[in-house]
């Protein structure tokens, strides 16, 4: 088995879904497959990707055999090998043969390293939601980050510095309502003052009354000359006695009465510069997760600048998906389907086959659209289309019709 490219060249079905038995010779770029409703065109569709896609793509379809029977068979011939998919008693059984017969001893494991994206409709992906489109382009782009968690992330540090914002607003405010004055350090001590008061009085009492013996003193040398020596003695001894200056309780009393005025300054400005401590410790943080969300922001424009996207000009957004800078959804139809197309022929190299249900939506433009691009990028398109004319193979009743 070589590595080219390789497409349908027929499909053979019986018995799968609503099929009996069906061949078709495949158009080498633009396989139409028409028919009223019910008819089995679906089935068609299905049944190619049943046999390609294994346990996945028949878990997707509850009853894969057809009612009233135990059986059912699909054969795919890639040119160079032939896949052969069976249906009985709830289990598929799966051969791969090449032209010379040899058997792959891993015929899943082959077809997984050729399909890739087969069941990528470029139609369906155009009539997603903004956000399921940018999802899909996720799943098919190589990041150096994962997007959902640098969004969680960038949403939680933008919580957080408005958050912080709050706080940075308030602690203006705050400090916008208060102003330095003129005040000591320290707080005035209340206490310390009154009994400084209190020893002041003390002394001066003691002082009043040293003064007063002095006095009685010297009436007695005057009254008792016999007694004189022992009042001089005692004159002596109260002269020699170092008398303190007096004091000025008043001041002190001045002192106690401005104290709370102080105190009130001293608080005030302690209460500013704890403000302006909270305000500069606010915006620091702030600027922190503004720098953290820069980063991210950066990190994801590198990220997206490295990708390689499966079409030019593709890219995303927190919103949607983007095509040459604007939202993809307001690309016309026609940008639309040639970029879905696109993206589907990059997801499918090695089996060139894209299948489009609801093709019957397509006006004749857009019809015309695909089949150009499909000869010209060399890819077969299967399309499922209601009616019973034109180009391609109509099944009626579960067969082609004759």
């Known amino acids: 088995m070589n590595d080219n490219p390789v497409r349908i060249i027929e499909l053979r079905a019986e018995n799968v879904k609503r099929l009996k038995a069906v061949h078709i010779t495949a158009h080498p770029n633009m396989q139409v497959v028409s028919g009223r409703n019910a008819q089995g065109k679906t089935s068609v569709m299905d049944a190619m990707w049943m046999t390609l896609g294994g346990g996945s793509a028949t878990k997707a379809t509850q009853r894969p055999i057809r009612d009233g029977e135990d059986t059912a068979r699909s054969e795919l011939d890639l040119g160079d090998m032939v896949v052969a998919r069976t249906w009985k008693d709830g289990k598929t059984s799966l051969v791969v043969t090449t032209k010379d017969g040899f058997k792959h001893p891993k015929p899943q494991e082959l077809l997984d390293s050729m399909v890739g994206r087969f069941s990528f409709d470029p139609l369906a992906f155009t009539r997603l939601s903004a956000k399921e489109q940018r999802d899909a382009l996720l799943n098919l782009v190589d990041l150096p980050f994962d997007p959902v968690e640098q969004a969680t992330e960038r949403q939680r540090l933008y919580d957080e510095r408005t958050q912080i914002g ?4 308030q602690a203006e405010g705050a400090l916008a309502s208060t ?3 003129e005040a000591p350090a320290e707080l005035v001590s209340v206490s310390e003052l009154v009994e400084q008061e209190r020893q002041g009085r003390a002394a001066n009492e003691a002082r009043d009354a040293s003064q007063v013996r002095l006095s009685r003193a010297a009436r007695e040398v005057e009254r008792l000359e016999a007694e004189l020596a022992e009042a001089k003695r005692e004159l002596k ?7 303190p200056d007096a004091v000025d309780v008043d001041a002190i009393r001045e002192q106690i009465n401005n104290a709370e005025t102080i105190n009130d300054a001293v608080r005030s400005n302690r209460r500013h510069d704890e403000l302006n401590a909270s305000l500069e ?23 997206l600048a490295s990708a390689t ?3 030019e000009g593709l890219g995303f957004d927190d919103e949607g998906v983007t095509y040459q800078g604007i939202p993809f959804q307001q690309a016309s139809s026609a940008e ?13 190299p090695k089996l060139r086959v894209l299948r489009i249900m609801d093709g019957s939506l397509l006006d ?3 019809l015309k659209i695909i089949e150009q691009m499909a000869v010209d990028h ?5 399309l499922e289309k209601v009616g019973d004319g034109g180009v391609g193979v109509v099944i009626e009743d579960g067969e082609v019709k004759a």
């Open 166 to 169: 709050r706080e940075v607003k």
């Open 179 to 181: 102003t330095k004055v």
């Open 237 to 243: 001894e109260a002269s020699d006695v170092k008398v």
């Open 281 to 303: 410790d606010a915006r620091s943080r702030q600027q922190d997760k503004t720098d953290a969300i820069t980063a991210l922001d950066k990190q994801k424009a590198e990220g």
């Open 309 to 311: 996207f499966p079409v």
């Open 336 to 348: 639309q389907i040639k970029v879905s197309l696109a993206m589907a022929m990059a997801l499918n």
């Open 364 to 366: 004749d433009e857009s």
């Open 378 to 382: 060399d890819y077969q398109v299967w």
